[in-house]
């Protein structure tokens, strides 16, 4: 995503994946290029935050396996804070707007 960021600066990118670009970090990292990245993804999914790095972890206590729990697709949806954008993209001949 970087790569093809830098190679078109002056383009607004989009990617299509499958279940295996539904990962946090990879949607963390799009938002930083202004990439957008269109993945499936149920509303029950649970987003977990990063995990503190190691130095700033608390000394002697058994270490999380994940971070704290995010609010799920759900519940951000019915939020009337969230903000969102229409896009329009082309696919299979037909120019959609979702």
Known sequence: MSAVH?????????????????????????????????????????????????EQRPKGSKPRIVGKRQPTLDQVLMDPTTVGKKKRFAGMGKERER
Not at 20 to 32: F, I, P, T
């Open 6 to 54: 830098r190679w078109l600066p002056n383009r607004d990118i989009s990617v299509l994946g499958d279940g295996a670009y539904s990962c946090l970090a990879l949607g963390l990292h799009c938002v930083k290029r202004e990439v957008t990245l269109i993945t499936p993804c149920e509303f029950d999914y649970a987003f977990h935050d990063a995990l503190l790095p190691v």
